[in-house]
Structure formats: structure tokens, C-alpha cells
């Protein structure tokens, strides 16, 4: 860090700092860190004619977890999902038609005593429905 103390054209002085170096420390760097485990899938469908994104999240740890389903076409959350079941929503895309994308999922569950949120996410291919 470097601090420096300048003058503007008022005669007044004023402080700067400039931070030179960033240092990031994990609290026990050689492990990986918790994760809540989640086998997530999506794919795109086609229901009377029009485009869905169903995404489904299998809770495979051995509590409830919450999860978050999110798509560019909506977004839905579960609380207490128990272990084994699974969290699931078609998304509507209101088009004949919807291009490959991604669905995001969001889990958070208690890891060693502690709350963590595991973002995962699944691919989805493009379909036409026509």
C-alpha cells in the first residue's frame, strides 16, 4: 500500500492511498471447500407447440436443502428439500422455439455446521417446436 499526500490548485492538501497489492487467504488452503451436493439436470422440451426448460435438482446430501432453480425464463425456489427428493419446474418460454442455454441452481444446506450455497450449473440444447 503507498499513501501520498497532494495539493489541489486551492491550496488544500488531502490523502491518497493506492493499493498495490491484493492477497486472498482461504481458511485452510489445501482442502477443497464444502460443497452441498446437488445432481442437477435440464432440458428443453416442446408441450403443444410451444418451448419449455424443465430443470430438475436431486438433493443428494443427507439433510433438507434449499434449492434455486433459475432460467432465463423464470426462476423458482424450494425450501426444505429432503434428501433424495428432488426440486423441478418447466419453464415456459412463451415461443415456438427456444436457442441452448444454461439453467443456473442454487443449493444451500449445512455443511460441518456451517451454512453453504453451492452454485451449479446445466446446459439445456435448443429446440423448435414447429
Given at each position: 500500500?503507498?499513501?501520498?499526500?497532494?495539493?489541489?490548485?486551492?491550496g488544500?492538501?488531502?490523502?491518497?492511498?493506492?493499493?498495490?497489492?491484493?492477497?486472498?487467504?482461504?481458511d485452510?488452503?489445501?482442502?477443497?471447500?464444502?460443497?452441498?451436493?446437488?445432481?442437477?439436470?435440464?432440458?428443453?422440451?416442446?408441450?403443444?407447440?410451444?418451448?419449455?426448460?424443465?430443470?430438475?435438482?436431486?438433493?443428494?446430501?443427507?439433510?433438507?436443502?434449499?434449492?434455486?432453480?433459475?432460467?432465463?425464463?423464470?426462476?423458482?425456489?424450494?425450501?426444505n428439500?429432503?434428501?433424495g427428493?428432488?426440486?423441478?419446474?418447466?419453464?415456459a418460454?412463451?415461443?415456438?422455439?427456444?436457442?441452448?442455454?444454461?439453467?443456473?441452481?442454487?443449493?444451500?444446506?449445512?455443511?460441518?455446521?456451517?451454512?453453504?450455497?453451492t452454485v451449479?450449473?446445466?446446459?439445456?440444447?435448443?429446440?423448435a417446436?414447429?
Amino acid at each position: 500500500m503507498r499513501a501520498t499526500i497532494q495539493a489541489n490548485g486551492n491550496g488544500d492538501t488531502y490523502s491518497a492511498v493506492a493499493i498495490t497489492d491484493w492477497r486472498v487467504f482461504a481458511d485452510d488452503p489445501g482442502t477443497n471447500p464444502a460443497t452441498v451436493p446437488v445432481t442437477v439436470t435440464a432440458q428443453s422440451r416442446c408441450i403443444a407447440g410451444k418451448a419449455y426448460v424443465a430443470v430438475q435438482g436431486r438433493n443428494d446430501h443427507g439433510a433438507p436443502v434449499t434449492i434455486e432453480l433459475e432460467t432465463a425464463y423464470g426462476e423458482r425456489s424450494f425450501a426444505n428439500v429432503a434428501p433424495g427428493a428432488n426440486a423441478y419446474q418447466s419453464f415456459a418460454t412463451r415461443a415456438v422455439s427456444v436457442a441452448a442455454g444454461t439453467a443456473t441452481v442454487r443449493a444451500t444446506g449445512t455443511v460441518a455446521g456451517k451454512e453453504v450455497t453451492t452454485v451449479y450449473t446445466a446446459e439445456y440444447p435448443g429446440v423448435a417446436c414447429a
